[in-house]
């Protein structure tokens, strides 16, 4: 804990730098800014960082109705600055949030770039969905100062954050990481070996893979799966994980429960060993039984809903943790 206090009081003597302004770029710099500290935003697309600005001060309005945050919102987005450079950016930042495009090759330009023009002990965290750091980031003199920090979005309300280091990441730079993100209030899981996806979208592609197969099988429709999600697994899921759920589902525990069932959710594994894609007609079936429950044109609309919901649940949770 002293630790965490301790780095993030370095933090406030420097500013943040937030590369990228999309959804995920935007969260960030709430989830900075939402903590005492000084943000740099850069798009190199400068109508980008215009709209996140929108958004930001939106969404500071709707986590401040949910009592989420104890300062006017005014105040916490005007520690946002959005800059027409990445070396304004970068200008004597201790830490950079990089939130660019889910590609290789653009993310390793970007590192180039740091490599560059980057403070000298300035730490830099990715929010690549999956592509392991290693990919990207090794073989420069700042590569022990790159990491994965891979957020869910959005990270201002979902806080479990993945800290993956690539092959030549200092531990001194993990250890920063870890202090920082818990000093945001984030949840850090360590990932101990760089696989892709990591562990949240590996996860989150087994129970994908068996819906998207579900449905192309026949066995029950797009709405359905949403339920059985929505309506079983994510009630329990949601204040406890996996291991725990099957734990305390059998009268003497995992052990009980793996002798029990075990032998069926290994069937059910073996079913799944072929290559089955999401083709296109079953992309075109899947998009258009979930159009006739949410039009395109309503999608925008859904992900405020989606947020005042989550922003409900940070609230009790909070509420109860005081």
Not at 84 to 108: C, D, F, H, M, W
Not at 147 to 170: A, D, F, M, R
């Amino acid at each position: 804990m002293t630790k965490n206090v301790e780095v993030l009081a370095l933090c406030k003597h420097r500013p943040i730098a937030v590369i990228g302004a999309g959804l995920v770029g935007a969260g960030w710099a709430v989830v900075f800014a939402r903590a005492g500290l000084t943000v740099k935003m850069y798009d190199t697309n400068i109508e980008t960082t215009h709209t996140a600005m929108r958004l930001i001060k939106e969404q500071l309005s709707s986590l401040s109705d949910h009592g989420l945050i104890d300062e006017d919102p005014g105040t916490v987005a005007a520690r946002i600055t959005p800059v027409p450079t990445l070396n304004e950016a970068i200008a004597g930042a201790i830490y950079a949030q990089e939130s660019v495009l889910e590609r290789v090759e653009v993310k390793r330009g970007l590192i180039r770039d740091l490599d560059a023009c980057a403070p000298q002990d300035m730490v830099v965290g990715s929010s690549t969905s999956g592509i392991p750091a290693s990919e990207f980031s090794l073989g420069l003199p700042i590569s022990p100062r790159v990491l994965t920090v891979h957020p869910v979005n959005p990270p201002y309300l979902i806080p479990v954050v993945e800290l993956v280091p690539s092959t030549q990441t200092s531990i001194e730079s993990i250890e920063f990481a870890t202090s920082l993100m818990n000093a945001l209030g984030q949840t850090v899981v360590h990932v101990r070996k760089e696989v892709e996806g990591f562990v949240l979208n590996r996860l989150q592609a087994v129970l994908l893979r068996e819906a998207w197969a579900l449905v192309q099988e026949g066995v029950v429709s797009c709405e359905d799966v949403d339920k059985t999600v929505r309506d079983g697994l994510g009630w329990r899921w949601s204040f406890m994980g996996p291991f725990e759920t099957i734990d305390l589902n059998a009268p003497q525990g995992v052990a009980d429960y793996a002798e029990r069932l075990g032998p069926l959710y290994q069937r059910i594994a073996q079913s799944r060993q072929h290559d089955s894609p999401w083709d296109a007609g079953l992309i075109e079936n899947v998009a258009s039984q979930l159009r006739q429950h949410l039009p395109l044109s309503e999608l925008e609309e859904r992900r405020a809903w989606r947020d005042q919901r989550l922003m409900e649940i940070a609230s009790a949770r909070r509420t109860k943790q005081q």
